[in-house]
């Protein structure tokens, strides 16, 4: 049995469809959680997502817009190691509603 359910920003922000989550990528994997890009298929707006899992096993996400394509995203993640302190800077900016990919 699996109650969990993965409850994602999937709604697009710029034109409200729902997201095909089949296009989500993970860019990071970290022990706090991961981080995804989703590209709507409609409009090809693009968010980054930030999904975390709590030791109660609670799946937790927050989404910002980005003006990023996946492959910038994946490139910039490539050029870096990401600290886990990092990851937790990311999810404080998420938090916030502001996160700014390039000043990582
Ligand atoms: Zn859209």
Request: charged share 25%.
């Amino acid at each position: 049995m699996n109650n969990h359910k993965l409850k994602i920003q999937s709604e697009c922000p710029f034109c409200g469809k729902q997201y095909d989550l089949s296009s989500l990528r993970v860019i990071s994997e970290r022990p706090q959680g991961l981080l995804a890009h989703l590209t709507c298929s409609v409009c090809r707006g693009s968010i980054i997502t930030f999904v975390s899992v709590s030791a109660m096993g609670t799946v937790t996400a927050t989404g910002v817009a980005t003006d990023l394509a996946e492959d910038e995203v994946l490139k910039f993640e490539k050029g870096k190691t990401v600290s886990a302190d990092e990851v937790i800077e990311i999810h404080e900016l998420l938090k916030k509603g502001r996160l700014d990919v390039g000043n990582w």
